[in-house]
C-alpha cells in the first residue's frame, strides 16, 4: 500500500507540472466597460482555474477593448511585448473634471460653440512626436510610495511628475458641434500615453475645458481588437473545450530568434550559457528547439571574447520534450 500511495503521489505531481507547462500561452481579451483590469484577471483566474495571470496594460474601468492577458509562464514575458498601442477617443470641449473623464466630478463648463474644427486640428498637431505629459491625478502611477488615486481620494494634493510619451498619428475621424463640442479621434501612441491627458491638456490649448468621454483600445502590444474574445464568448468556447491559448512567442515577432540542436538547447533550458555564432552582443532574442519548440528569451553576449547565449526566461521545460 505504501508504494501505491508513493506512486499516485508521484505521478500527480508529475501531471501537476505537465499540466502546468500546457496552461501557458496568451488571451486577446475585449475588456468591458466599467471592469477594472484587475476585474479581468480575477475573472480569467477563476475560468480557467489557474492563479498565475497577468496583464499588460491597464485600461480604466470606463474604457473598453484590447486587454492582452499572460497565462502561467507567459506572465514572465509581459515585459517584452512592444509598446505600441492605438485607441478610438471622444473628446468634449468646454468640459473639466476631477479625474479627466466623465467619471469624475465637474469642476469647469462653458458653451463653446464659437470654436472650429480648423481650430482644433491646429491645436492637435502640436501633440504629435516626443511630448512632456502630466498624468491624470485619478492614475495608478506611484508618488511617495503610493499610487496618484489613492492620494487624490484622501484629498492628498502632490505634484505629479511629467514624462516624456510619444505620439506618432492623431486622425480626426468625427467632429460634431453643439454647446460642449465632441471630437472623435484615432490615436496612434506609445506605452505610457495618458489618453485622459490629451483630452485635458487639448481643452486648455482652446481656453477651455477638455474631458475624455469615450475610449476603446483598438491595438496592443501585438494585439488587436479585431481578433479579440469576450467574456460571453470565452466562457462559452471553455465550456465547449474549443478555446486555446495564443502561443507564447507569437506576441514577440518583434524580436530575433536563435535555432539550438537539441543538445545545446537542453542545457540552456537548464540555466547554461551556449556558444553561438552570431555577431550582435546585448541583444534579447527568441530562442527555439530544432523541431520549432520556443524554449523562451535569451540575451547574446561577449565574454572572454567568446559570443554566448544567456537564458533570460526559459518558457520550455525539456524534461518533459
Known amino acids: 500500500m505504501r508504494y501505491r500511495n508513493e506512486y499516485f503521489i508521484i505521478n500527480f505531481f508529475y501531471l501537476y507540472k505537465l499540466n502546468f507547462y500546457f496552461m501557458q500561452g496568451f488571451l486577446n481579451l475585449d475588456k468591458p466597460f466599467d ?43 509581459l515585459q517584452y511585448l ?17 479625474t479627466d473623464d466623465l467619471q469624475g466630478e465637474v469642476i469647469f463648463q462653458e458653451s463653446v460653440r464659437g470654436l472650429t474644427l480648423k481650430m482644433v486640428t491646429a491645436a492637435l498637431s502640436e501633440f504629435i512626436g516626443k511630448i512632456e505629459q502630466v498624468p491624470p491625478r485619478y492614475s495608478a502611477i506611484k508618488v511617495l510610495g503610493r499610487h496618484l488615486y489613492d492620494l487624490a481620494r484622501r484629498g492628498q494634493v502632490v505634484e505629479v511628475p511629467s514624462r516624456i510619451v510619444e505620439i ?52 496592443s502590444s501585438g494585439f488587436c481588437l479585431d481578433n ?50 552570431e555577431n550582435s552582443e546585448n541583444l534579447i532574442v527568441r530562442v527555439y528547439r530544432q523541431d520549432g519548440c520556443f524554449l523562451g ?14 537564458p533570460i526566461i526559459v518558457i520550455t521545460d525539456n524534461t518533459y520534450h
Open 297 to 310: 528569451l535569451g540575451k547574446q553576449i561577449i565574454s572572454d571574447n567568446e559570443k554566448l547565449l544567456v
Open 82 to 98: 512592444p509598446g505600441d498601442k492605438k485607441y478610438k477617443a471622444t473628446i468634449r470641449l468646454g468640459l473639466t473634471t476631477t
Open 228 to 277: 479579440s474574445i469576450n467574456f460571453i464568448d470565452l466562457e462559452a468556447q471553455i465550456k465547449a473545450k474549443t478555446w486555446n491559448f495564443i502561443p507564447p512567442d507569437l506576441p514577440l515577432w518583434h524580436l530575433s530568434t536563435i535555432t539550438l540542436a537539441t543538445a545545446p538547447a537542453r542545457k540552456w533550458s537548464q540555466g547554461r550559457y551556449i556558444p553561438i555564432d
Open 168 to 219: 506618432s498619428e492623431i486622425k480626426i475621424l468625427d467632429w460634431r458641434i453643439n454647446d460642449f463640442p465632441e471630437l472623435d479621434v484615432a490615436i496612434t501612441c506609445g506605452s505610457g500615453t495618458y489618453i485622459r491627458a490629451i483630452a485635458r491638456d487639448l481643452g486648455i490649448k482652446l481656453n477651455t475645458g477638455g474631458t475624455l468621454s469615450a475610449l476603446q483600445r483598438t491595438f
Open 35 to 77: 471592469w477594472t483590469s484587475h476585474d479581468c484577471v480575477a475573472k480569467i483566474r477563476k475560468l480557467l482555474k489557474i492563479k498565475r495571470v497577468g496583464h499588460a496594460g491597464t485600461l480604466d474601468p470606463a474604457a473598453t477593448g484590447v486587454l492582452p492577458i499572460a497565462i502561467g509562464r507567459a506572465t514572465r514575458l
